[in-house]
């Protein structure tokens, strides 16, 4: 089923020939949501919305009070991420709708499903600079799929059930509704289900069948192909039917930042990820491929590196729901528009009918070339000269021990590159981050939605000391509403990604990346760095269980000991070398050809290619 006919039943399921009823704008609102299936909201109140919270208080729907509207907004994130629903929050007028800009903007990139719900200041004093009034409607149309702005309580319901059908339909989004004063207080007359004029439809392509013949055709002639697969596969919930095809097909898979998860690790087939912290064997199978068949990505540059210079010698099958997408970066020989649940059933179907008809396409030589790369350079980590612990091996161990029926958020920088390499994705919507945005701050906020998503999954929100210093005041929302996220704090005393930088391309000038005095030998005992602020004793003033892990022999036991808690957040505060880079890396402007293995160091691609 469809997302638009998901929302659509839910609207038909509790249309029971309501009666009309007369309610303030406020209370329509609350009664639309409720409608729509909403069963938990994020949000802070503040005057402009203060009818609305008002109604709340007569509903069933669970609402969390955040701290600050920016971790309303991740968290929405975070539950739309794991359930596959509409994410919603909710916040006042002025300073706390432009705090949502940011997850706006970011579930814009990343097409995330959310309505995010702002008070507005009352319609006639609109424009005039009122106290906390901000255009939304301007400041979010960039950033949104749609932007709303209410002036009459009599458009309500229907705004509200278009703002879900559009978050959830085609490729999906933020929506952002902004409601007057007025509109709120206003009286109307309820009536559900709204007629939707503005439902965005569901993709008709009259040329799919034949372009999925073409697929099929370039798929059983290739040589060297390759499926290159984005996030739009998890969006469609199109992984059971991807597996399928990859295993008829027998070409090697490579899952880029927001697919990881969407086809399992443990499978064979699976190089692992592409593009500027790449596994070696993923980002050399796109260079000499023949072919990309590539399926809900978009050819983002930090996948691609220099565009000129990527996968020179490929043709192009690319499938998306998004027709801005086809050709946008790259031209496609075979574009086609459709949504992945829709398309590859038919294109596994076309396909096994070609081979029946020509035969498999004969991949023996391109393995050979593929699984040599894979065997030389092997995702690892060398042991940090500084004594410190490898950050790599606490995020390996962290994933060893919770497994893949765990949740995996991360912020962004270091810790987000070496998350994606050292845990083990074996489901979809098990790995959680702020890809095309790159927010940091994102983790600890999108942990407590997806906690709140899968309450019976353990969520992992692994962060690095800048990003959790930015949103860290949730956890007395986790703490307060028993939401029992475990949180590791990749602690090197520094912006790390901003520092890997500074090291390898501005002569080791560390302008403003060090977060702490601390001693370039953190090894050595009798040089104690002075940390500010001290996270065991802030997890323990924020209701928290704090912990601490300074040694490599330690690490396995405090992974331990938080996993035996589960009735309230852990935090662990893991001193690690600030010296650990990520590797593999494709420098900024190059060509993917020329990624590094390690500093001044390249791989030996075959000559055969």
């Given at each position: 089923m469809s997302r638009?006919?998901?929302?659509?039943?839910?609207?038909?399921?509790?249309?029971?020939?309501?009666?009309?009823?007369?309610?303030?704008?406020?209370?329509a609102l609350i009664r639309s949501l409720e409608r729509l299936g909403v069963q938990h909201i994020f949000g802070i109140p503040g005057g402009a919305i203060l009818p609305t919270y008002d109604a709340l208080m007569d509903s069933s729907m669970n609402h969390i009070l955040v701290r600050h509207e920016q971790g309303a907004g991740h968290a929405a994130q975070g539950y739309a991420m794991v359930t596959g629903e509409v994410g919603v929050c909710l916040a006042t007028s002025g300073p706390g709708a432009t705090n949502l800009v940011t997850p706006l903007a970011d579930a814009d990139m990343d097409s995330v499903p959310m309505v995010a719900i702002t008070g507005q200041v009352n319609a006639e004093v609109l424009g005039t600079d009122a106290f906390?009034?901000?255009?939304?409607?301007?400041?979010?149309?960039?950033?949104?799929?749609?932007?709303?702005?209410?002036?009459?309580?009599?458009?309500?319901?229907?705004?509200?059930?278009?703002?879900?059908?559009?978050?959830?339909?085609?490729?999906?989004?933020?929506?952002?509704?902004?409601v007057t004063k007025t509109a709120q207080n206003g009286l109307t007359t309820f009536r559900w289900p709204p007629r939707c004029d503005q439902a965005e439809p569901e993709v008709q392509n009259h040329e799919s069948m034949r372009r999925i013949r073409s697929a099929a055709e370039h798929i059983q002639a290739a040589k060297r192909p390759v499926f290159y697969i984005g996030g739009g596969i998890i969006k469609a919930n199109a992984s059971e039917p991807f597996r399928a095809l990859a295993q008829t097909v027998g070409a090697p898979v490579v899952t880029t930042l927001m697919a990881r998860g969407a086809f399992p690790d443990s499978d064979r087939l699976n190089l692992g990820m592409p593009g500027m912290h790449g596994a070696v064997a993923a980002v050399g199978a796109l260079q000499q491929a023949d072919l990309l068949i590539t399926l809900g990505a978009r050819f983002d540059d930090r996948v691609t590196g220099k565009l000129d210079s990527f996968a020179p010698e490929a043709r192009v099958i690319h499938v998306d729901v998004d027709p801005a997408e086809l050709s946008k970066n790259r031209l496609a020989d075979v574009p086609i528009l459709g949504s992945l649940d829709q398309v590859l059933p038919e294109l596994h179907t076309t396909v096994k009918d070609v081979?029946?008809?020509?035969?498999?396409?004969?991949?023996?030589?391109?393995?050979?070339?593929?699984?040599?790369?894979?065997?030389?350079?092997?995702?690892?980590?060398?042991?940090?000269?500084?004594?410190?612990?490898?950050?790599?091996?606490v995020i390996e161990k962290i994933g060893e021990a919770t497994g893949p029926e765990a949740v995996y958020v991360a912020g962004v920088g270091q810790h987000q590159?070496?998350?994606?390499?050292?845990?083990?994705?074996?489901?979809?919507?098990?790995?959680?981050?702020?890809?095309?945005?790159?927010?940091?701050?994102?983790?600890?906020?999108?942990?407590?939605?997806?906690?709140?998503?899968?309450?019976?999954?353990?969520?992992?929100?692994i962060d690095g000391d800048g990003c959790f210093q930015?949103?860290?005041?949730?956890?007395?929302?986790?703490?307060?509403?028993?939401?029992?996220?475990?949180?590791?704090?990749?602690?090197?005393?520094?912006?790390?990604?901003?520092?890997?930088?500074q090291t390898l391309y501005y002569d080791a000038r560390y302008s403003n990346s060090q977060l702490n005095k601390v001693s370039d030998h953190i090894g050595q005992q009798e040089q104690q760095p002075v940390r500010i602020p001290d996270f065991v004793m802030l997890a323990k003033s924020y209701g928290c269980v704090g912990l601490r892990c300074e040694r490599e022999e330690d690490i396995d036991a405090v992974i331990a000991q938080a996993m035996e808690i589960h009735d309230r957040p852990v935090v662990i505060d893991f001193i690690v070398s600030?010296?650990?880079?990520?590797?593999?890396?494709?420098?900024?402007?190059?060509s993917n050809s020329d990624i590094q293995v390690a500093r001044d160091m390249t791989p030996e691609w075959d000559d055969d290619a």
């Amino acid at each position: 089923m469809s997302r638009t006919a998901a929302v659509q039943l839910r609207m038909d399921e509790r249309d029971q020939a309501m009666e009309p009823a007369h309610m303030s704008g406020a209370e329509a609102l609350i009664r639309s949501l409720e409608r729509l299936g909403v069963q938990h909201i994020f949000g802070i109140p503040g005057g402009a919305i203060l009818p609305t919270y008002d109604a709340l208080m007569d509903s069933s729907m669970n609402h969390i009070l955040v701290r600050h509207e920016q971790g309303a907004g991740h968290a929405a994130q975070g539950y739309a991420m794991v359930t596959g629903e509409v994410g919603v929050c909710l916040a006042t007028s002025g300073p706390g709708a432009t705090n949502l800009v940011t997850p706006l903007a970011d579930a814009d990139m990343d097409s995330v499903p959310m309505v995010a719900i702002t008070g507005q200041v009352n319609a006639e004093v609109l424009g005039t600079d009122a106290f906390q009034e901000a255009d939304m409607l301007n400041i979010a149309a960039p950033i949104t799929k749609h932007a709303y702005l209410v002036t009459d309580a009599d458009e309500i319901p229907k705004v509200m059930a278009e703002a879900f059908q559009l978050a959830s339909s085609g490729r999906p989004g933020p929506v952002l509704v902004d409601v007057t004063k007025t509109a709120q207080n206003g009286l109307t007359t309820f009536r559900w289900p709204p007629r939707c004029d503005q439902a965005e439809p569901e993709v008709q392509n009259h040329e799919s069948m034949r372009r999925i013949r073409s697929a099929a055709e370039h798929i059983q002639a290739a040589k060297r192909p390759v499926f290159y697969i984005g996030g739009g596969i998890i969006k469609a919930n199109a992984s059971e039917p991807f597996r399928a095809l990859a295993q008829t097909v027998g070409a090697p898979v490579v899952t880029t930042l927001m697919a990881r998860g969407a086809f399992p690790d443990s499978d064979r087939l699976n190089l692992g990820m592409p593009g500027m912290h790449g596994a070696v064997a993923a980002v050399g199978a796109l260079q000499q491929a023949d072919l990309l068949i590539t399926l809900g990505a978009r050819f983002d540059d930090r996948v691609t590196g220099k565009l000129d210079s990527f996968a020179p010698e490929a043709r192009v099958i690319h499938v998306d729901v998004d027709p801005a997408e086809l050709s946008k970066n790259r031209l496609a020989d075979v574009p086609i528009l459709g949504s992945l649940d829709q398309v590859l059933p038919e294109l596994h179907t076309t396909v096994k009918d070609v081979f029946t008809q020509y035969g498999a396409p004969k991949l023996e030589d391109w393995w050979l070339q593929l699984n040599r790369l894979r065997n030389a350079y092997p995702l690892g980590w060398t042991t940090p000269e500084d004594g410190g612990i490898a950050p790599q091996q606490v995020i390996e161990k962290i994933g060893e021990a919770t497994g893949p029926e765990a949740v995996y958020v991360a912020g962004v920088g270091q810790h987000q590159m070496w998350s994606s390499q050292f845990i083990q994705y074996e489901r979809p919507r098990q790995w959680l981050n702020s890809g095309g945005l790159g927010t940091m701050g994102y983790s600890i906020p999108a942990a407590m939605g997806a906690q709140v998503g899968n309450p019976d999954r353990t969520v992992w929100a692994i962060d690095g000391d800048g990003c959790f210093q930015m949103t860290n005041q949730e956890l007395a929302t986790c703490a307060i509403n028993n939401i029992p996220i475990k949180v590791a704090i990749i602690n090197n005393s520094s912006l790390g990604m901003v520092r890997q930088w500074q090291t390898l391309y501005y002569d080791a000038r560390y302008s403003n990346s060090q977060l702490n005095k601390v001693s370039d030998h953190i090894g050595q005992q009798e040089q104690q760095p002075v940390r500010i602020p001290d996270f065991v004793m802030l997890a323990k003033s924020y209701g928290c269980v704090g912990l601490r892990c300074e040694r490599e022999e330690d690490i396995d036991a405090v992974i331990a000991q938080a996993m035996e808690i589960h009735d309230r957040p852990v935090v662990i505060d893991f001193i690690v070398s600030r010296n650990s880079m990520v590797w593999p890396m494709v420098p900024a402007g190059v060509s993917n050809s020329d990624i590094q293995v390690a500093r001044d160091m390249t791989p030996e691609w075959d000559d055969d290619a």
